[in-house]
């Protein structure tokens, strides 16, 4: 068990529809990434938290947005969903620049 | 941004065998990791090595981090080594997400 806490494990939904995502990290790391596994793309860095503060932005499509809550938790949004969005999507903490724990992911279904 | 490439991209094993995966990374790095994905998808920290070598179990890492490589020996390998191996990597500088390589597919057989 890494620590790191992700729901849903596994979401079906149909094109055009919004879900969303939470994570809980680590106790005590103020930093949290996510990123997505696809089968075309490989595991791919979308966007990261440090402290309530969005850090830094990867490959995120406009249609996806992520915020994190004081107490930590983020949620990753995904809004007018795509087949293309199905995918793995991944939730990791660390300290900082440190160890990366990931979560047990959650397999996004698009139909 | 930084290039992270893994070779072999697949392999297949007899069980009790032992194998070498290789990392080669295009800049410097400060954090270099190596996972396991399982079956069901989890992503499994086995080191935390941005130099050095450590050693758990079967499994041990070594990177030398001035000739841009880093290594996975598994040794006396068994069917639940099955899965595919990745390499990640922070660069020196600029963005502190992990870069991941396209990973070594294992398949270890009875």
Known sequence: ?111 | GIQVEQSPPDLILQEGANSTLRCNFSDSVNNLQWFHQNPWGQLINLFYIPSGTKQNGRLSATTVATERYSLLYISSSQTTDSGVYFCAVTPGTGANNLFFGTGTRLTVIP
Do not use: M
């Open chain 1, 1 to 111: 068990d890494s620590g790191v806490t992700q729901t849903p494990k596994h979401l079906i939904t149909a094109t055009g529809q919004r879900v969303t995502l939470r994570c809980s990290p680590r106790s005590g790391d103020l930093s949290v990434y996510w990123y997505q596994q696809s089968l075309d793309q490989g595991l791919q860095f979308l966007i990261q938290y440090y402290n309530g503060e969005e850090r830094a932005k990867g490959n995120i499509l406009e249609r996806f947005s992520a915020q994190q809550f004081p107490d930590l938790h983020s949620e990753l949004n995904l809004s007018s969903l795509e087949l293309g969005d199905s995918a793995l999507y991944f939730c990791a903490s660390s300290v900082d620049q440190a160890e990366a724990f990931f979560g047990q992911g959650t397999r996004l279904t698009v139909v």
